[in-house]
């Protein structure tokens, strides 16, 4: 079968599997990536998730020996919710980003790209594959923009004509050549929206995200969360996206055909106080089944524990000061010390002290003194 007869039937193919795009791409080498790499490592700047051999995430060669070809898609998510749930005193609610909505994309886009893969074996049983879907070596940025699926937006996201940047990303390398398609030459020209709307400064310039002050990777840490990003984390319990909301390309785009990522209201939007005492169980059934759940429960408690203590939910203090008194884990009791110490009241400046003559954890104890000076307390 001639190559451009064979990219005809897959891309007719990916319409018929629900894949909103498809695009192919040389498996040259991305050589114009390292040097951007290098210096976005020595800066400091990686998140740590990360393929860290930087060869690896240049070269597709490496992940599929005889690479010739790297077919791209997206699938577009929702970025409109029905039925929103609403936080009042004593209920107030968390949220999911919009990339946790619904089922996991991790597994919807391997199934669409292993449909596409056997497609592809059926039509030339002899080729060789590789899928990958966030976990890969390779920058999916970088493989989408060479692959016209979009160009990369200077918030860090491939952004779409048709979508926006509500796209999900994944790949799969081929050593069958395909031929290629054409980059997307748009771009966002003098913007700066996403830039000016990051409330860390973590969009560094044009394209270049510092991971390590950036609020989506922040909320999927394990450690204590940094004092100066607590306040500017709102109630998000998984994930942020200020710098999507505010992008023009994105005003008035609600791709939702995919039933697979539509949301539950009540699973993307949930009571905070719950979460603070759901066993692993409880967890995986309730969440296990979304994006967002991948780091565990603990990331999630503690970000439920930051809004408690931003909205200041008096009746929120005896499951704090619970936390606060018998969490096995030091970053709960110390998280759930700074809520306390944000909502204050004479019962909980009674509990402050009472777990500083307790506690061993020095961390901790620090993050109880801090509370207790909030309230011109000298300990």
């Given at each position: 079968?001639?190559?451009e007869?064979?990219k005809e039937?897959?891309i007719?193919?990916?319409?018929n599997?629900g894949?909103?795009?498809?695009?192919?791409a040389s498996?040259?080498?991305?050589?114009?990536?390292?040097?951007?790499?290098?210096?976005?490592?020595e800066?400091?700047?990686?998140?740590?998730?990360?393929?860290?051999?930087?060869?690896k995430?240049?070269?597709?060669?490496?992940?599929l020996?005889?690479?010739?070809?790297i077919?791209?898609?997206a699938?577009?998510?929702?970025?409109?919710?029905?039925?929103?749930?609403?936080?009042s005193p004593?209920?107030?609610?968390?949220?999911?980003?919009?990339?946790?909505?619904?089922?996991?994309?991790?597994?919807?886009l391997?199934?669409?790209?292993?449909a596409?893969k056997?497609?592809?074996?059926?039509m030339?049983p002899?080729a060789?594959?590789?899928v990958m879907?966030?976990?890969g070596?390779?920058?999916?940025?970088?493989?989408a923009?060479?692959?016209g699926?979009g160009?990369?937006?200077?918030?860090?996201?491939?952004?779409?004509?048709?979508y926006?940047?509500?796209?999900?990303?994944?790949?799969?390398?081929?050593?069958?050549?395909?031929?290629?398609?054409?980059?997307?030459?748009?771009?966002?020209?003098?913007c700066n929206a996403?830039i000016d709307?990051?409330?860390?400064?973590?969009l560094v310039?044009p394209?270049?995200l510092?991971s390590?002050?950036?609020?989506?990777?922040?909320?999927q840490?394990?450690?204590f969360l940094?004092k100066?990003?607590?306040?500017?984390?709102?109630?998000?319990?998984?994930?942020?996206?200020?710098?999507?909301v505010v992008?023009?390309?994105n005003?008035?785009k609600?791709p939702?055909?995919?039933?697979e990522?539509?949301?539950d209201?009540?699973?993307?939007?949930?009571l905070?106080?719950p979460l603070?005492?759901?066993?692993?169980r409880?967890f995986?059934?309730?969440?296990?089944t979304?994006?967002?759940?991948?780091?565990?429960k603990?990331?999630?408690?503690?970000?439920?524990?930051?809004?408690?203590?931003?909205?200041?939910d008096h009746?929120?203090?005896p499951?704090?000061t619970?936390l606060?008194?018998?969490?096995?884990r030091?970053?709960?009791?110390?998280?759930?010390a700074?809520?306390?110490?944000?909502?204050g009241g004479?019962?909980?400046?009674?509990?402050?002290k009472?777990?500083l003559?307790?506690?061993?954890?020095?961390?901790v104890r620090?993050?109880?003194?801090?509370a207790?000076a909030?309230h011109?307390?000298?300990?």
């Amino acid at each position: 079968m001639a190559p451009e007869s064979l990219k005809e039937l897959l891309i007719a193919e990916a319409h018929n599997m629900g894949i909103d795009k498809i695009g192919f791409a040389s498996a040259d080498p991305f050589t114009e990536l390292k040097e951007r790499l290098i210096r976005h490592r020595e800066a400091g700047y990686e998140s740590g998730f990360e393929e860290p051999d930087l060869d690896k995430r240049i070269d597709p060669a490496k992940s599929l020996v005889g690479a010739k070809t790297i077919i791209a898609i997206a699938l577009a998510y929702p970025s409109q919710m029905g039925n929103l749930p609403t936080s009042s005193p004593g209920e107030y609610r968390g949220l999911f980003c919009r990339a946790s909505w619904g089922a996991d994309y991790h597994l919807v886009l391997r199934q669409r790209l292993e449909a596409l893969k056997a497609k592809l074996l059926e039509m030339k049983p002899e080729a060789n594959c590789e899928v990958m879907v966030d976990t890969g070596a390779l920058s999916d940025r970088a493989v989408a923009e060479r692959a016209g699926i979009g160009w990369s937006g200077k918030n860090t996201s491939i952004i779409t004509e048709e979508y926006g940047s509500w796209v999900y990303l994944g790949e799969m390398i081929t050593d069958v050549w395909i031929p290629p398609d054409t980059p997307v030459t748009a771009g966002c020209g003098d913007c700066n929206a996403c830039i000016d709307a990051c409330p860390t400064g973590a969009l560094v310039g044009p394209g270049q995200l510092n991971s390590q002050a950036c609020l989506a990777y922040l909320t999927q840490t394990k450690g204590f969360l940094a004092k100066e990003y607590r306040d500017q984390l709102g109630t998000y319990l998984y994930g942020f996206e200020t710098c999507q909301v505010v992008c023009p390309y994105n005003r008035n785009k609600q791709p939702s055909k995919h039933k697979e990522f539509q949301p539950d209201p009540e699973q993307v939007k949930p009571l905070l106080k719950p979460l603070l005492t759901m066993s692993n169980r409880q967890f995986r059934e309730r969440f296990g089944t979304m994006a967002g759940s991948w780091r565990g429960k603990k990331p999630i408690q503690r970000n439920a524990i930051i809004a408690l203590g931003r909205v200041r939910d008096h009746t929120a203090v005896p499951d704090l000061t619970h936390l606060l008194k018998n969490d096995p884990r030091p970053v709960i009791r110390g998280t759930a010390a700074w809520a306390l110490g944000r909502i204050g009241g004479d019962v909980v400046l009674t509990a402050l002290k009472q777990a500083l003559s307790t506690e061993t954890d020095e961390a901790v104890r620090e993050e109880i003194r801090d509370a207790l000076a909030d309230h011109e307390q000298v300990v």
